[in-house]
């Protein structure tokens, strides 16, 4: 608190205000001058004269108050009271608050927004938006390639310095043990540095992109000439991306072409339903992934994203039927590759994978301690046994094998829902049968593709996502026949009660399947499915 004094004239009389006021001040100089007034009685053609000398003395206080404390604050950290590190730290976060706090809330997904934006993808503004959303996704490929390369090189510089000091120290110098794990120390931590602020400038980009993408959209509506200029600006721009980092692209798409066989078959005895079948040969990710192709000077998207964008708000969704293991959020192996496809782009409509995969895992935790309280109400309070380690409790609050949790998205190529469902190793074993925990999983994933209206499902035909040297061609026959036979079964008992609407089921092998593999499962295929027998016109 710092005395401040205010003389003034009144009725002819010299009057003085002496009042305490706290430095930094807590409010406005308006709001103080009006506080000031009633708490001492002082008359409004008073309070210009007040507010001009409180702003002059304010100032000044404030302007010492910083400097004494910036001083201090330098003096402690010559004297090494406080480290760089932990100061650095703090600094960041305080940065990232306050950004926060400056930045524009994103749009929910609300009924507004899904709204507008099926209005718009069914006009003239369709390759529009499709341009936008292709130029925000190039402006994010341009970080990650930026992060890439400059984590790529820290790890160099890492392995270089570290190689140096095991073989015999740096100038001369050798190292001890203790030296070279605090060396080894300081490198973990300066990677992981890196690699938070490189996350923390995605986060922040993605969020701004969203704010930016539904201000656009809402623009369309009132001037689409004036959007479609700025759609054509932004898609010239992300083809200038691309040919910066050396990528080229011409009008014929340079993804390889998969081997695929299509079949329309019947289901059912008196009430025949049609549907459509696909055998195909390619890794999953290529579902998910974008390729970027140019038409006319500018960089689009694949064709099968306009189908996708399409359909995004509708009834014929498309869903992807991925084998993970028991762990969430723990991205290793195909987690981790799809996570990084689904982090080449801002997903305007859901949660990023992130943010639905921490959901997901408190949804998890909190139905399997609802299961786990009759239990624990009919036993004695010190009948629990001592033995209940973390680790079991984790355990408990991981998806049991046969499960399935559903990811939501909107910027994968020809996907909107992932049914992840877990499985194990002993999927590799040769004597799995109907009643196994994954076939049962895939007969509660399509329940729930013909509840929700998913009416496109890529299943992994030889519930395996990659060849190993055991799947011989006795194996991958025997597998095959197994999902075909009980996929046919699933899909009869769940025609009985929902409605009779085509739907499409795409089976999927590992790309290194050999062709004449490939054609022997397409043989199978139509003595297990009864095909549809054209009219042929004499």
Not at 29 to 36: A, G, I, K, S, V
Not at 507 to 526: A, E, I, Q, R
Request: glycine share 4%; with cysteine.
């Amino acid at each position: 608190m710092t005395l401040f004094e205010y003389q003034f004239q009144l009725s002819g009389k010299s009057n003085c205000l002496k009042v305490d006021i706290p430095i930094p001040l807590p409010t406005t100089l308006t709001d103080f001058c009006e506080r000031l007034s009633k708490a001492h009685q002082i008359p409004c053609f008073i309070l210009p004269s007040l507010k001009e000398k409180l702003t002059t003395f304010v100032a000044l206080e404030e302007q010492q108050f910083y400097s004494q404390r910036a001083s201090s604050a330098i003096e402690n950290l010559k004297n090494q009271k406080f480290s760089t590190s932990s100061l650095s730290k703090q600094w960041g976060q305080a940065f990232i608050k306050q950004i926060k706090c400056d930045s524009k809330e994103p749009p929910s997904s609300n009924l507004d927004f899904s709204s507008l934006y099926k209005k718009l993808i069914h006009s003239t503004s369709l390759m529009s938006i499709l341009n936008v959303e292709h130029a925000f996704a190039m402006a994010i490929q341009d970080v990650i390639w930026d992060r890439d390369r400059t984590i790529a090189e820290l790890e160099k510089r890492q392995a270089e310095e570290m190689s140096e000091a095991l073989s015999g120290g740096i100038g001369g110098r050798a190292f001890t043990d203790i030296q070279i794990n605090n060396l080894a120390q300081r490198h973990f931590e300066r990677l992981e540095s890196e690699s938070e602020r490189w996350e923390k400038v995605l986060a922040t980009l993605k969020r701004d992109q969203k704010v930016q993408y539904y201000e656009w959209l809402k623009s369309i509506d009132q001037d689409p000439q004036q959007s479609s200029e700025r759609a054509r600006s932004l898609s010239q721009r992300a083809r200038s991306v691309l040919e910066s980092k050396g990528v080229t692209g011409s009008e014929d798409s340079d993804r390889e072409a998969r081997l695929e066989e299509s079949f329309t078959i019947h289901l059912g005895a008196q009430l025949k339903t049609t549907h459509n079948l696909r055998l195909m040969a390619t890794d999953v990710l290529d579902l998910c992934r974008h390729a970027a192709s140019f038409i006319s000077g500018g960089a689009v998207g694949e064709p099968q994203r306009l189908q996708t964008a399409l359909s995004l708000y509708s009834h014929k969704l498309c869903g992807l039927v991925l084998l993970v293991d028991d762990r969430l959020n723990s991205y290793s192996g195909i987690k981790k590759d799809f996570a990084e496809v689904c982090s080449q782009s801002t997903d305007f409509h859901f949660p990023e994978l992130a943010d639905q995969l921490t959901l997901i895992e408190q949804n998890i935790a909190e139905h399997s301690e609802l299961k786990a309280r009759p239990s624990l109400s009919n036993s004695d309070s010190g009948s629990i046994k001592s033995g209940s380690s973390a680790d079991s409790q984790e355990k408990k609050s991981r998806p049991r094998i046969g499960s399935f949790y559903v990811t939501k998205h909107s910027n994968l190529s020809e996907v909107h829902s992932v049914f992840h469902l877990v499985t194990d190793d002993t999927l590799l074993h040769n004597d799995i049968n109907s009643r196994h925990s994954a076939i049962l999983g895939l007969r509660n994933i399509l329940k729930a593709c013909f509840k929700y209206d998913i009416t496109t499902l890529t299943i992994p035909l030889l519930l395996t996502l990659e060849m190993t040297e055991e799947m011989t061609i006795p194996w991958c026959m025997k597998r095959a026949e197994l999902v075909f036979k009980c996929v046919k079964g699933f899909m009869m008992e769940m025609s009985t009660w929902a409605d009779a609407e085509s739907r499409t089921i795409q089976f999927m092998v590992p790309k290194g399947l050999s062709v004449d593999t490939f054609n022997m499962l397409s043989n199978m295929l139509p003595g297990i499915f009864r095909q549809s027998d054209p009219i042929v016109g004499s």
